[in-house]
């Protein structure tokens, strides 16, 4: 007996869910199905990615929905695109046996006049995302005021994508006397506002410890030197040659760039970010799906709508800046029950953000090494050797076999398995022979770190001294920024970054020192030339990670509502507590002072833009935060 069968569902979805191949309903389809379906409630359903919670909603919605009432009855909003068409065809799919039933999906990159129109025609079922949505509303294309149920889908995404605004704005445009069913992998402050706001005495159901990580994922990291990471990344596509995985970059740029890297050394790879059009993207997916691409490199936005059963690993390339993203990201494999792994590549200042997520998703991650040249050859010969064992032979090859006989004749049976395993082998072999082992160079750097942490280690650090500061609108995040843009550094390459009003100090390891002095010394600023110098300054005492000191006064520029003077811009909106700076500090000699309203150049060309963010552009990025602590998140801006 299928135990769908036990939860009150009704002939025609059983009759989808057989047709589906679902056996057994999840933990979460469990427990939410049957609450959704005895009565209307209002629901907080805290799950996993990857757990079904689609189907836990999707099922009892269809259910309840009037078939003959051509009215829209129920909105379902969701972060992203994909994930909005993902949910509409498997609500299609629950459905084919319900007569009338319509569902249609609403999202940006497409016509609105045609979504429109379909919802016009009859749609008791909307799915959307947030920003689309609201523009229809505000358009008059549609009308939600007399719906029976919302459905949040993914909600602490949506909200950590900058949505808060849209979906407030559109759940006031729907009835009081509605359900509100909110499904999250997480719960932060900011879905639990929500729920407080426009729920009445939710149910509440959990799956698994709250924010905690799937049982069914384990967790590594690889300490590598910033500079290692794409070679760290290689290595691991080589010591797992069945690998079939998302790679997660913080940024549009840096998953374009590694996509092209992997594809240009010969990985089977591709980019998923939004910059590509939809159709793009829905190519995209359709070779990942379809196992052409072995390696797909995502940012965390476009990969919400992701959904490829046997994904074998995910892969941080770079560690996201909130922990409910490291286990969104996590959620993308070890799915249906089956096993997967989650590899983090960490350098060394970004080992505290392990501990974090380890509390937080109450599990334990298992440093590892990074495999070398001779392991990676041993895994691959070995592979290869198993891959021709379980080839299955297609006899319309039996017509050449005597032509191939002859080319091989005199060779012996070991003759033969050695050449044919080098074909493939002489590959890994010559390539790992010329390059350097990159675990061993990241262990002896470990054994600084352990006792001190990189930014506050001096030892083989070189201090620079450049003549611009706070006057010229940086502060210590927007001058990293700048400096590891225009040296085109990785984001740990510049450390121990202090602003004053004039000029500034910042370090890097000693391998970068002729490219900072050759770059930044021919980089101008408003018509001026930018000085760079190596300063016999240690930076004095202990800082954080961000540059800051630990006690005492701070070169950053104050933000608004810290308390103490400042130099420089204040930067309405800022959290955080900023510090004075130091108001006796005397530009060195030979370092000028900046016009205020200068602003740093923008390079030509690439991708890439030295222009730091300063108040009052138009452009301006949100400030990220590089720690995980408790400090409040800045609002991101809405992305659809």
């Known amino acids: 007996m299928n ?3 036990q939860l009150g569902l009704n002939e025609s979805l059983l009759k989808a869910i057989l047709d589906l191949g679902f056996e057994n309903p999840s933990e979460v389809q469990e427990k939410a199905i049957p609450l959704l379906l005895e009565k209307d409630t209002d629901m907080v359903a805290l799950a996993q990615t990857g757990t079904g919670k689609t189907a ?34 498997e609500l299609k799919n629950y459905s084919k046996y ?17 979504q ?6 009859g749609a008791q079922i909307i799915v959307a995302t947030p920003g689309r949505m609201q523009d229809m509303i505000n358009r008059g294309l549609v009308n939600i005021k007399n719906i029976d149920y919302c459905i949040l889908d993914e909600a602490d995404e949506m909200l950590n994508m900058g949505f808060y605004e849209d979906i407030v704005s559109i759940l006031s445009d729907t009835p009081d006397q509605k359900s509100t069913w909110l499904f999250s992998a997480t719960m932060p402050q900011e879905v639990a506002r929500i729920a407080k706001q426009f729920m009445s005495d939710p149910v509440e159901i959990t799956v698994g410890a709250k924010n905690s990580g799937s049982a069914t994922v384990s967790h590594e990291f690889y300490l590598v030197n910033a500079r290692d990471r794409y070679e760290a990344l290689k290595r691991l596509a080589d010591a797992n040659p069945d690998i079939f995985s998302v790679v ?4 549009k740029r840096d998953t374009q760039a590694v996509a092209e890297k992997l594809i240009e050394d010969g990985y089977s790879a591709a980019a998923l970010h939004g910059d590509l059009s939809q159709a793009q993207r829905d190519g995209v997916m359709k070779s990942f799906r379809g196992r052409q691409i072995q390696m797909l490199v995502a940012t965390d936005v476009a990969a919400r709508g992701i959904d490829v059963d046997n994904i074998t690993h995910v892969v941080n390339y770079q560690l996201p800046d909130e922990i409910e993203t490291y286990n969104h990201r996590s959620g993308r494999t070890g799915r249906a029950g089956k096993l997967g792994t989650s590899i983090v590549i960490v350098t060394k200042s970004e080992l505290r953000k392990i501990s974090s997520i380890e509390r937080i998703i109450k599990q334990k ?23 021709i064992k379980d080839t299955e032979v297609d006899h319309e090859i039996d017509n050449y076999l005597p032509a191939i006989n002859n080319v091989l004749e005199g060779l012996s049976k070991e003759e033969l398995i050695k050449k044919m395993v080098s074909v493939e082998f002489n590959r890994f072999i010559a390539y790992y022979k010329k390059n350097r082992d990159i675990s061993s160079q990241a262990g002896e750097r470990r054994e600084r770190s352990d006792s001190e942490p990189r930014e506050f280690n001096n030892n083989g650090a070189v201090r620079y001294f450049v003549n611009i500061g706070s006057r010229d609108n940086f502060d210590w995040m927007t001058l990293k920024d700048y400096l590891k843009e225009t040296l085109d550094l990785g984001r740990d390459d510049v450390f121990k970054v202090d602003v004053k009003e004039g000029f500034s100090f910042f370090n890097t390891d000693p391998e970068h020192t002729e490219k900072v002095m050759e770059v930044l010394n021919n980089v101008q600023l408003e018509g001026r030339r930018i000085n760079v110098e190596i300063s016999k300054n240690d930076g004095g005492g202990r800082r954080d990670h961000n540059g800051r000191s630990g006690g005492g006064r701070s070169s950053g520029p104050r933000r608004e509502g810290s308390g103490g003077g400042s130099f420089g811009p204040r930067r309405e909106g800022s959290g955080g507590g900023g ?19 200068s602003s740093a150049p923008k390079r030509e060309g690439g991708f890439r833009s030295s222009t730091p963010r300063t108040e009052g552009s138009s452009d301006r990025a949100p400030r990220r935060s590089e720690s995980f602590g408790d400090s409040p998140r800045p609002r991101r801006p809405r992305r659809d």
């Open 3 to 5: 135990k769908f069968e």
């Open 56 to 89: 836990a909603f999707g099922f009892p919605l269809i259910q309840k929905i009037d078939a003959d009432n051509r009215n829209t009855q129920a909105l379902v909003l969701s972060p992203t695109r994909e994930l909005c068409l993902q949910i509409t065809n």
């Open 98 to 114: 319900e007569k009338g039933i319509n569902v249609v999906a609403v999202y940006g990159g497409a016509s609105i006049t045609e």
């Open 116 to 121: 429109a129109r379909d919802i016009k025609r």
């Open 248 to 251: 997660f970059c913080r940024t």
């Open 365 to 387: 991650f298992e440093e590892k090494s990074i495999p070398s040249g001779i392991e990676i050859c041993e895994i691959q010969l070995l592979h290869l050797a198993n891959k």
């Open 579 to 597: 510090f004075r700076s130091d108001r006796n500090a005397a530009p060195r000699e030979g370092g000028f002072r900046s016009d205020r309203n």
